[in-house]
């Protein structure tokens, strides 16, 4: 959409993250966004620094596009519900979140040339892509795409039965399946079974080998496969240079003595000895110590291959790691979840922390998240320091801090009108969270935000709405509003 522009660039990405961080956490939605952006930039030769601090200020603004964008909102709103006031609805606070996430873009414009960083050149030149290890392998030309056609003596039969490598130079290394809707890459093993309409990515290590014999005789049918095949399938198919450890019992086996995709559920595409690449079939050559081995696979039998293995060590990853999603096929799931929360707490039929749990528990169900990442997604210190403040503010309360703290603020800017003490409780809020993080300088501030806007009785009433508890919201604004950048998102759970 953007195209190579980076002022449109810099437009879209902060109305995306502020869109998703409107409804999710700011901080995993910043951390979706840095390899999106480090891409980007390798991409359009310009310096990440440019692109990151508007991803950085798009995820603080995206705390005031909605009620549950963060966890001040939320404080702030269950202190009016237990007073007995009306809470603030689902988009209370958008039209204000708009206006600030305007003024954010037009200024990251005119700042970002300020930004310094390393040279486009630097950057690029760090980590390889798939395209730079294809070319250094010398694997362009060999991979194919072949659809097996209802029919073939293929269909339900297993990869190992085939002998595809030893009949014809054909070392599977992905299957592309109807899966939900939509085509998956599958990974394949010794024992993987084909279907009709399968479509199989293969790497063709026998240049003398007849394409339209091997496929007249399996029927396959041919399809296009684009250059950029592998670096569009990043989610899917992983790529990485390994070696073997000094130890290993595996050196001078071959892959085959290995039964190396069997084991390991990966395909070994290319080897380098003494810095050259070996062409043609590897399946019989014996594996070296020192020699640099290129497997194709799932990213997660990728890092378990480092993580676990005894004989191989992970030696470079490519650019493309950064966009791998281990859960990315639960997506329209996950989505689906977060609409469903939505429009739960738009109904106010349910409480908002229900509806949450509810589409945490629907995420758990269709296995977009398991337990042990979700456990690892929980901010401890954060949580701890909120619960320490809640005593801590009713301790104001009972001990009459509360009423010295808002004395204080009236006698500033009590006879001022409404608009004045909005101004103080703004700057107070703010100074706090320079030392606390956000969630905490809500709970510490509500109370006192609560009193200050009942101090002010109807003078507040009737400048700022015109009666109801329109007061006592308005001043509760400030707190909504400062306590976004008091801590410079630090607190943000």
Known sequence: ???????????????????????????????????????VSMHMQTSPSRLMMPLSFAGLISGMMTLVATPPNLVVNSELLREGLHGFNFFSVTPLGIVVLALGIVYMLV???????????????????????????????RARRLAIRPGSPMVGQRLDDLKLRERYGANVIGVERWRRFRRVIVNVNGVSEFRARDVLLIDMSAA??????????QLLEPMVLRGEYFSDQALDVGMAEISLIPESELIGKSVREIAFRTRYGLNVVGLKRDGVALE???????????????????????S????????????????????ASPAHSQAPHAIFCLVLMVALMLTDEIPNPIAAIIACLLMGKFRCIDAESAYKAIHWPSIILIVGMMPFAQALQKTGGVSLVVQGLMNIGGGYGPYMMLGCLFVLCAVIGLFISNTA?????????????????????????????????RLYDA???????????????
Do not use: H
């Open 280 to 302: 043609g079939s590897l399946a019989d050559e014996p594996l070296l110590m020192g020699d640099i081995i290129l497997v194709v696979g799932n990213w997660k039998l990728i």
């Open 479 to 493: 707190g909504f509003i400062a306590g976004e950048y008091s801590g410079s998102g630090a607190g943000k759970l």
């Open 441 to 473: 300088t809500a709970v510490l501030m509500a109370p006192i935000a609560l009193a200050a806007a009942k101090s002010m009785g109807g003078v507040a009433l009737s400048v700022c709405d015109g009666g109801g508890d329109g007061g006592i919201r």
């Open 111 to 141: 700042m970002r040339f300020m930004l310094k960083g390393d040279a486009p050149g630097q950057q690029a030149g760090k980590r390889r892509t798939f395209r730079d290890l294809i070319r250094e392998y010398r694997l362009t030309g």
């Open 208 to 217: 003398e080998v007849d394409l339209r014999e091997f496929c007249a005789e």
């Open 1 to 39: 959409m953007a195209g190579s522009s980076e002022i449109k660039m810099l437009v879209l990405l902060m109305i995306t993250v502020a869109g998703l961080g409107a409804f999710m956490s700011s901080t995993g939605v910043v951390a979706i966004f840095i390899p999106v952006v480090l891409s």
């Open 304 to 323: 378990l291959l480092g993580q676990k293995g005894r004989d191989f060590v992970v030696l470079n990853m490519p650019v493309e790691v950064s966009e």
